[in-house]
Every structure is written in structure tokens, then in C-alpha cells.
């Protein structure tokens, strides 16, 4: 039958989602020296680093930070 052919909506929320987390961790090479210029100048500030970046939350450059520097070295 057609049902085959058809997507759920739950399928198109996951893949949305998915997307989004992907895209939204994925920096532009002059984020990435803001982050870390504003970084050394302002520490685990977030939500004032995120200030300088239109589009970015505190959260994502938290996990962006986290990702990329990991502390347990």
C-alpha cells in the first residue's frame, strides 16, 4: 500500500531535531576564534559570549566549548 511511502510525523520531528543539533554545532572558523578571544578575556561567561555571536545561545557555545576543549586531559 502507500503507507509505505509516507513518513510519520515522529520521523519528521527526529530528523528536524537532528538537523538542528547537527547545524547549530557546526561554527563558522570566525566564531571559533571569537569564542576562544572571548574566552581567555571573559571565562565559562556564556551568555556574554553569546552576545557577541548573532543566532548563538549560551547553551550552544557551552557544548560547542566542551566538545572541542575537553578539560579531562
Do not use: C
Not at 2 to 23: C, G
Amino acid at each position: 500500500m502507500a503507507d509505505s511511502q509516507h513518513s510519520t510525523s515522529a520521523d519528521t520531528v527526529v530528523d528536524s531535531e537532528e538537523e538542528n543539533i547537527q547545524s547549530k554545532l557546526q561554527f563558522s572558523e570566525d566564531e571559533e576564534m571569537l569564542i576562544i578571544i572571548m574566552f581567555n578575556l571573559v571565562g565559562e561567561r556564556w551568555s556574554l559570549i553569546a552576545g557577541r555571536i548573532p543566532g548563538r545561545t549560551a547553551e550552544e557555545i557551552e557544548k560547542y566549548w566542551n566538545s572541542r576543549h575537553s578539560t579531562s586531559e
